[in-house]
Nanobody, 115 residues
Framework: QVQLVESGGGLVQPGGSLRLSCAAS????????MTWYRQAPGKQRELVAR???????SYAESVKGRFTISRDNTKNTVYLQMNSLKPEDTATYSC?????????WGQGTQVTVST
């Protein structure tokens, strides 16, 4: 059973930065992709950033140039560096690991961008 544990969320002022971590119980290199999603109250969950096993990354248009996804295979951890945060980035951020046909989820970490 794969376990994912997110951390690093919190309250930050607009323009600030946070780094989220997603620690996996297994070898993340074995997953086809690791993805950060977010969901704000009353809104659908949306893909934020993805990193494939070959290192290819992709981002939602709303976060391009501000967020960076990366991974450390030695620590089985995926990161989401979030800069220039905006109030509209407020959401619960969750990590997903995909190894067909299965997908695994963490419990999520809350990010609140507010004065």
């Amino acid at each position: 059973q794969v376990q994912l544990v997110e951390s690093g969320g919190g309250l930050v002022q607009p323009g600030g930065s946070l780094r989220l971590s997603c620690a996996a119980s297994g070898n993340i290199f074995s997953f086809n992709a690791m993805t950060w999603y977010r969901q704000a109250p009353g809104k659908q969950r949306e893909l934020v950033a993805r990193i494939s096993s070959d290192g290819t990354t992709s981002y939602a248009e709303s976060v391009k140039g501000r967020f960076t996804i990366s991974r450390d295979n030695t620590k089985n951890t995926v990161y989401l560096q979030m800069n220039s945060l905006k109030p509209e980035d407020t959401a619960t951020y969750s990590c997903n690991a995909w190894r067909p046909p299965d997908g695994y989820w963490g419990q999520g970490t809350q990010v609140t961008v507010s004065t």
